[in-house]
């Protein structure tokens, strides 16, 4: 049941990190590809990029469009190297969905899969609970969504689907997290399953929350292993509080247990509160960040969980953002990526060169050096005016090597003001 589309990218990532040697970092220059402008045009994404075979990206925007719901916007690349943008879909029209934090992903028919984290036809508190959405392609060009799930139908179903995305599984059921909700309050993973009829069945998989040392709240990405196994992490819960790395397991499909692989803090040189998803490199140790941490002023971790064994998983801080450089970044949000010859990349949604006064984040390298220590990179510091600021999401690569990411502020338009985010693209 492994993901059809995760396992390709896992087997791709396995040939990238075979024989991992320290590489020097390259020197990385940034262009900004597009600026959102607001209403009724997208703004502020907090979500990361996809991109299709012929270079185009696909994002969402939190806020902004037709109706200020947020929009699925697309960005293609035109001859003289500017971009152009196109808005799929606005929401917020009526029953729709609106305000998607997370990113999408695609089915191997150009489908676009997404999360609203409110917004739908149930309310929950103060909000509607949410929904997931299919965007498919006309033959005139247009994009049509469907809504295929509308969250909290029942008392004892998940709702507000925050910031993680969806991933498929080999026969084309989707797999997600809750950041509310469930039989104990502090949200789910599910399934949903499309029937013969088209409609699509959601099953719940973990209500988080079942004991107290379990994990709750916001959850990453999850992602599978090549037998079948989801991982994730929690901002919340687990031993203070503070989240936990999970895996959930089945023998027969049906029911699934949960195992926690790690709680944070483990001690005082920790971090605590992951909101980025894991990944996974060749050898099966599973790497991420944290928000925070005891360490250097409570700015956060990259960290490393390797498999023991015999059972268990052990924790390696592979480094912890400190603003004492005065160049470092602060309090990563984001998951990583590798590249082809096993140096890590990611974002820091603060800090950054001159961070006293911009501190508007950063794109960092983390590169394994002789002795299985890592040295960091800072590659681009966001925030000199014209240029976006707070990367919430992580990054993808093209073919080229160049990186495309999204920043949910700037450029600066005044005192006092953020602006609508970036599309940028950092080219070797």
Sequence with gaps: MTNQFQ???????????????????????????????????GADSEAGLVRDSAGN??????????????????????????????????????TDGANPQAGLIFDTSGNLYGTTSVGGINSCGDYSCGTVFELSPTTGGDWVETILYNFGGNSEDG?????????????????????????????????????????????????FGASGRDGGGLSGTLIFDAAGNLYGVTVMGGLIGAGTVFELSTANGKSWTEKILHYFPQDKTDGYSPYGGLIFDAAGNLYGTTWSGYAHSHLGTVFELTPKTGGGWTERILHRFDEKSG???????????????????????????DNSSSNGGTVFELSPLAGGTWTETILHSFGNGTDGTSPHAGMIFDTSGNLYGTTEYGPSQGVGTYGDGIVFELTP
């Design 327 to 353: 160049t470092d970044g602060s309090h990563p949000y984001a998951n990583l990526v590798f590249d082809a010859v096993g140096n890590l990349y990611g974002t820091t949604f603060e800090g950054g060169v």
């Design 7 to 41: 396992r390709l990218g896992q087997a791709a990532l396995m040939l990238l990190v075979v024989g991992v040697q320290s590489a020097q970092a390259q020197t990385y220059t940034e262009n900004v590809l597009y600026s959102f402008a607001g209403t009724p045009d």
């Design 57 to 94: 990206l696909y994002g969402t925007t939190v806020a902004g469009g037709v109706y200020n719901g947020g929009t699925v916007f697309e960005l293609s690349p035109l001859a003289g190297g500017t971009w152009t943008e196109t808005i799929l879909h606005s929401f917020g029209n009526g």
């Design 159 to 207: 709702y507000y689907p925050y910031f993680a995305s969806l991933v498929f599984d080999a026969t084309g059921n989707l797999y997600g997290t809750t950041g509310q909700g469930g039989a104990y309050g502090f949200g789910t993973v599910f399934e949903l399953e499309q029937k013969k009829s088209g409609q699509w069945t959601e099953r719940i998989l973990h209500n």
